[in-house]
Every structure is written in structure tokens, then in C-alpha cells.
């Protein structure tokens, strides 16, 4: 910190200070000035009386004998002591001599001025010169004559002169004197102080500005100057554990006091660089755990989110003592955790760890007042074993270890799943199919097909059922494959939205032009759930002005029993419409049968594992019929193949197949031609219900 010499404090008081003494100084002086030059004024004249008083009795004596030359020697003595010039008059005013002294040097500008100030008035002593003693001037007073003298100025003058320059000189010296004196007390009081903390403050790492306390300069530890370094010092302290609380806010779970997301990538990240240096193998390996509760929010729900956020303090503190020091436990968000185990020997060890964790969360058995019973779903993510390609940074291998986690949690959760490469093969074709889908969406780039269904005693065409076809990148996506994305996406509300609109538009057209056949059209999880799903189909049907019996909605059987209560509402909304509505792959979930009786539902299709199970397996098959039968609902049998099959399931009073053996899914033209012939046979269609 160099400041510039014109520019410093010490420059600047030191001219301040100079100037003030020289104000004062300036201002004392003036006024021993004028007490001075009315002194010499009072000296100059009171000489002059006192000569005058001396002469007094001559010059008397003279102007009495009216000797001029008398006369002229008394005032040449007056004019040689203090007097410019002298004369004495006569009583009657007339002059009886005169005395001046000669002109010497012209007088300087400085003296004239010296003269003006003093004597302005010019001033003249005039002596009344009295009778001499023998005389009456002692009875009446009477004069004999005056003696008139001039003050000789310009002497008196140049002696106030000399001694103003000497006092002006000798002020000018003690004024500098005093001023440098004065800025040199300054400088050491205040500026050298203030400078010496300006350096301290500057010496201030600005990346760590705490834990270094300025110091008082020497001899000010109880002054001002010690006041502010203390509240400097004060206020640092104050500044410092503000920033310690934010700095643990921003990187702590403010639930479970554990590291957070970007706490853990940033512990990743050195673990990984560690690892990456180290010299011996165990050194250079370290193992991602991801960890995620399994049915957590069904706690949340059913006990409340008091409940909840005990029970992720109670799981944090459990994995925490799982794990050794140097390993890091965070929490991701919700009910994900992530471990990192640094310095593992081989695979084996990380599954013992996750082992170990497993175990401790499955002894958590109460939480609050509550029991509980906690499992969680692990994926182990190992650095650098088991990948294989470029080495993944920790956002990569916390990637990893998630799409483990997942595919721990699909197949059934409480288990470890070690990460492969086929899970990021896995994702990526996801993410692929992910954005193909929004760019067929856009595109109206879908195609539905039209599965006929017939009547099982008779072959009558019954309906179709509609499904969708994709075809992505040159070659025919499964909607099974893509569904599922589109529902974990959203995407399908958009998508199950045309579906029904074109679905609906086929069947006013066909009923139009041929006659009425039902068209059955697959809904989703995700559009059943959605608050506007039943008047989204009211709309539709109004919009294609398509009787509502001709569409039939087929819900999967799990999809409808996951949640019986919440989907009921928007079934009788529906069935209300005159919709119908199908059970599909029934036989694959857990149906409640007390449920079954409430729910609004016209149609069981039977799952096509069980058709293919017939003839030598029936049980399922033979039981659905006769369920079906007793609620008085129709049955469908999917998947029929064999010539078998369609025999046993008409034996068995099963009411309409639908199968490759009958039809595969066929385009829009072909199954209108199929409506074509059976109307030209002037065939009815039998209606299922
Ligand atoms: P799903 O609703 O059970 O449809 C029947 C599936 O079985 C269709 O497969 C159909 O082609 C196939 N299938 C029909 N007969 C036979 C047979 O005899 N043997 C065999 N092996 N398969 C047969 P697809 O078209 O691949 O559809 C698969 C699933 O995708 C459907 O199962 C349905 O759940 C879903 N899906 C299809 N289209 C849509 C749609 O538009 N919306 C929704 N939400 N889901 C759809
Ligand atoms: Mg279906
Ligand atoms: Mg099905």
C-alpha cells in the first residue's frame, strides 16, 4: 500500500498545521503591531515635550529679548536632538526663527507607508512660551511667545520598521517551527498508527479473512485508535461465525445435520483424485453407495411427515455408525442417502458394508411411538473396478450407483445391486426413447392398430381393441417398451389424449359408414389418475359425436387395484358417461373381491399367460369365467393361439377371444374391411354386455 507523497496524510497536516500557526502567529503579530506603533508615537512625542520642556526657560529668555540668533541656536539644538524642524513666534504670531533638519536620503516606499501609519495626523507639539520670571507670566499667565516644533516621523518611523522586520522575521521562523512541530505530533499519534493498521488490514487473506485479529499499535491499546481495532476485531469475529453457519447451511441436510448433494459430489471429487495418485491398490479404490428407503411414502402418508422426518434422522444416525470415520454419509434429498467408502479392498468388502447397513436399518423397529419396519434398496457404484471406458467423475459414479439402486429396487428392494454396464445401456436407451417420444408427439407420428375380438360360440365380430404403434428411428418400438417411459415422463397424458381422439374418430366413422362396433382403448396409470381424465373422454365423445357405448377403456387390473378408493370416483364418472370399462391381464394382480363387487366394471379380460396355460392348466382361466359369471360381468380371453384354446374357453362359457389366431392387430383400412363384410352379411354384432 504505497500512497504518493503530495497525496499522504502527513503532507497534508503538516501544510495544515504550518497554515494554522501561521494564522495565529499572523494574527498575535498584528496586533503587537498596532500596540507597538501607538508606542512609538507616545515615545516620539513625549521626547519631543521633553526637549521642549528643557528649552522651555531659553527659548523663553530669547523670544523676551527678541534674539533671533539666541533663538537659533535653541532650535538648532532641538532640530540636532529629535525635532524635524522647530520655531518660535512672538506673541503676536510673528516668526522670530526657524530651524529644519536638512533633508538626507529620500525615504523608502516602506517607510513612507511606516510614516502614514504613525503619524497621519502629522503631529505638531506647540509650547506657549512664558514671561520669564521677572515677568507677569506668573500673576496672569500671559505668554511671550510660542515654541512650535515638528515630530521628526521618519526617525520614529524607521524604528518601528526595523523592529516590525525583526518581528517579522522571528514570528515567520517560530510559526514554520510550530507548525512542523505540530505535524510531526500528528504523524506519530495518528497517521504512523493508522497507517500501521491500513498494512495489517491489507495483509488480510481475503480467502481466509478470520482467525487473525489486528494488533494495537504500541501505546494506543486505551485511545480511539484501540476503540476501532477492537470493534474491527469484534466485528470480524461476529463475521466469521455468520459465515461458519452458512458455510454448514449450504453444505449440511439441515434435517440430518449430514452432508449434502454438493458437500458429497465435492468429497467425491477429492476421493476420486486421491484415489486416482494413490500408489498401493486398496489406496486407489473407493465404492459409491447409493441408498434409498424403500416405501417411504407410505410413512409419510399414513404417519405424517412428523413421523417421516424422525424416521430419516433415526436412518441417518444408523448409517453413520455403520461406516467407518474416514467414510462420508449425505443425504441426497427425500429418502436417499449416499455413502462413499474410500480405501476398499475389493468388491466384497463394499457388499459387506451395504450388508451392514441393510442389517442396522432392519433392526430400526420403532420410530417415535410408532412400529415400523425399514428396508432400503442399495446400489454400489466400485471406482475403478467394474467400469470399464473412461474413468466417470463423482457425478458419474453417483449415476451409477442410482441406476443400481434401481434395478435393486425392481427387483424387489432390501438388497444390493452392483452396478454393470448394461444399466447406463439401459438409461441411455431410455433418455433415447424419452426425447424420440416428444419428438413424435409433435410430430403426430403415432399409428393405431385394431385388434378384432370375436364371440366365442358364435366367431361374430364383437369390437376391436385399439393399439398404438411407434415406429422410432427406422424400426417398430413395442409399446411395452415405450409406454412405460411415456408414463414415467407424463408424456402420456399427450399421447393417450390422441389415442382417444383417434380411436373415437374411427368409431363414428365406421358407425356412420357401416354401422356400430365397439372400439376398446388401453388407459394408463398416470391418465387414470388425473383429476380431468373423465371429462377429457366426455369432451372427446362430444367432439366426435361417438355414442359412448362404442368405447370400451381397459385399465390393467394392478393399475386399478393399487389405489381402489382414489380411482373410484373417476370409474363411476366414466361408467356414468355409458363408457364401458374392461379389467385387462386380470389374474395378474391382487384383486380384493370385496373391491370387485363395488367397482363400476362391465368386462374381465382374461391375462393372456393364463389362455396359454390351456388347455392343460385351467384352474385360473375356468375360475375368472366363473367369477365373471357370478358378478354378471362378460369375460375376454387374451392371447388366444391355438385352435385349443378357442375350443376349451367356448366350452367353458367364456364370452369373446381375441388372439393371433383370430386376427393380429390390424391398420385402420384392414379392420374397416373386416366392418365392411360382417355389416354386408348383415350380421349384428353381439354386444358383450
Ligand atoms: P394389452 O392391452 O394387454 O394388449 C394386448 C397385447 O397383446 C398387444 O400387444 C397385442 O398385440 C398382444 N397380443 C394380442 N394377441 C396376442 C396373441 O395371441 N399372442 C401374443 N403373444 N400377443 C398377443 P402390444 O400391442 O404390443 O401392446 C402391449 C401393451 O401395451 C398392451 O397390452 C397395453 O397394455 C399397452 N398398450 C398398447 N397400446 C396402448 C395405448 O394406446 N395406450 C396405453 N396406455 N397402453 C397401450
Ligand atoms: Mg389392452
Ligand atoms: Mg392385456
Same mark, same amino acid.
Given at each position: ?500 381422439? !383417434? ?140 385352435? !385349443? ?45
Amino acid at each position: 500500500m504505497a500512497i504518493p507523497v503530495l497525496r499522504s496524510l502527513t503532507l497534508k497536516q503538516a501544510i495544515h498545521a504550518v497554515l494554522a500557526a501561521f494564522v495565529i502567529g499572523l494574527t498575535i503579530t498584528a496586533a503587537e503591531f498596532a500596540w507597538t506603533a501607538s508606542r512609538e508615537r507616545a515615545m516620539a512625542l513625549a521626547q519631543v515635550k521633553d526637549v521642549v520642556a528643557l528649552v522651555e526657560g531659553p527659548a523663553a529668555s530669547a523670544a523676551w529679548l527678541i534674539d533671533a540668533e539666541l533663538a537659533g541656536q535653541i532650535l538648532q539644538g532641538m532640530v540636532r536632538a529629535n525635532a524635524a524642524w522647530a520655531e518660535i513666534r512672538l506673541g503676536d504670531g510673528t516668526l522670530l526663527a526657524r530651524r529644519e533638519r536638512p533633508p538626507g536620503q529620500p525615504a523608502t516606499l516602506l517607510e513612507h507607508a511606516a510614516t502614514a501609519l504613525l503619524f497621519i495626523d502629522r503631529p505638531v507639539v506647540t509650547h506657549d512660551l512664558p514671561t520669564p520670571a521677572a515677568g507677569p507670566r506668573a500673576a496672569d499667565g500671559s505668554r511671550i511667545g510660542q515654541l512650535v516644533v515638528g515630530i521628526d516621523t521618519r526617525r520614529a518611523a524607521a524604528g518601528f520598521l526595523a523592529y516590525v522586520s525583526a518581528a517579522l522575521l522571528a514570528g515567520t521562523l517560530r510559526n514554520l517551527l510550530i507548525g512542523l512541530a505540530m505535524a510531526a505530533v500528528f504523524h506519530r499519534l495518528l497517521t504512523r498508527p493508522l497507517l500501521q493498521i491500513g498494512r495489517a488490514v491489507a495483509r488480510i487473506d481475503p480467502e481466509k479473512p478470520y482467525g487473525q485479529p489486528l494488533s494495537v499499535p504500541r501505546g494506543h491499546a486505551d485511545d480511539e485508535l484501540g476503540f476501532v481495532i477492537a470493534r474491527f476485531n469484534h466485528t470480524l469475529t461476529l463475521l466469521e461465525r455468520e459465515h461458519d453457519e452458512l458455510r454448514r447451511l449450504a453444505t449440511r441436510c439441515p434435517l440430518t445435520g449430514l452432508a449434502n448433494r454438493a458437500l458429497l459430489l465435492d468429497r467425491l471429487g477429492h476421493a476420486i483424485e486421491l484415489a486416482s495418485r494413490a500408489k498401493e491398490p486398496d489406496a486407489g479404490r473407493l465404492a459409491v453407495l447409493y441408498v434409498d428407503l424403500d416405501r417411504f411414502k407410505r410413512i409419510n402418508d399414513s404417519l405424517g411427515h412428523g413421523v417421516g422426518d424422525l424416521m430419516l434422522c433415526r436412518v441417518a444416525e444408523r448409517l453413520g455408525a455403520s461406516v467407518r470415520r474416514c467414510d462420508t454419509v449425505g443425504r441426497l434429498g427425500g429418502d436417499e442417502f449416499l455413502v462413499v467408502l474410500e480405501r476398499v479392498a475389493d468388491r466384497d468388502e463394499a457388499a459387506m458394508v451395504a450388508q451392514r447397513l441393510l442389517d442396522s436399518l432392519s433392526s430400526l423397529s420403532e420410530v417415535g411411538d410408532h412400529r415400523v419396519h425399514v428396508t432400503a434398496s442399495i446400489g454400489i457404484a466400485v471406482h475403478p473396478l467394474g467400469t470399464t471406458g473412461g474413468t466417470p467423475d463423482g457425478t458419474g459414479l453417483m449415476r451409477m450407483a442410482d441406476s443400481a439402486m434401481q434395478a435393486a429396487k425392481a427387483a424387489g428392494g432390501d438388497r444390493f445391486v452392483f452396478y454393470t454396464r448394461d444399466m447406463t445401456d439401459r438409461a441411455e436407451n431410455r433418455l433415447r426413447l424419452e426425447s424420440g417420444l416428444r419428438e413424435a408427439i409433435a410430430a403426430r407420428a403415432f399409428e393405431l392398430v385394431y385388434q378384432p375380438k370375436i364371440e366365442a360360440a358364435s366367431g361374430k365380430l364383437t369390437g376391436f381393441e385399439a393399439l398404438i404403434r411407434w415406429r422410432h428411428e427406422g424400426t417398430a418400438v413395442s409399446p411395452a417398451d415405450f409406454i412405460p417411459v411415456a408414463e414415467d415422463t407424463g408424456l402420456i397424458i399427450e399421447i393417450g389424449r390422441w389415442v382417444l381422439e !383417434e380411436a373415437c374418430r374411427t368409431a363414428t366413422r365406421w358407425a356412420l359408414d357401416h354401422g356400430p362396433v365397439p372400439v376398446a382403448v388401453n388407459v394408463s396409470a398416470r391418465q387414470l389418475a388425473d383429476p380431468g381424465f373423465a371429462r377429457l373422454v366426455e369432451q372427446v365423445l362430444q367432439r366426435h359425436g361417438t355414442p359412448p357405448h362404442l368405447l370400451e377403456l381397459e385399465i390393467t387390473e394392478t393399475v386399478i387395484m393399487k389405489d381402489v378408493r382414489h380411482h373410484l370416483p373417476t370409474l363411476n364418472r366414466l361408467r356414468g358417461l355409458g363408457v364401458r370399462i374392461a379389467i385387462d391381464d386380470f389374474g395378474t394382480g391382487y384383486s380384493s373381491l370385496a373391491y370387485l363387487r363395488q367397482l363400476p366394471v362391465d368386462v374381465l379380460k382374461i391375462d393372456r399367460s393364463f389362455v396359454n396355460d390351456l388347455p392343460h392348466a385351467p384352474d385360473i382361466a375356468s375360475t375368472v369365467i366363473a367369477l365373471a359369471q357370478r358378478l354378471l360381468l362378460s369375460t375376454v380371453a387374451e392371447g388366444v393361439e391355438t385352435a !385349443e384354446q378357442r375350443h376349451w374357453l367356448a366350452e367353458a362359457g367364456c364370452d369373446c377371444l381375441q388372439g393371433f389366431l383370430i386376427s393380429h392387430p390390424l391398420a385402420a383400412e384392414a379392420a374397416e374391411a373386416m366392418v365392411m363384410t360382417t355389416f354386408a352379411r348383415d350380421e349384428v354384432l353381439p354386444m358383450t354386455a
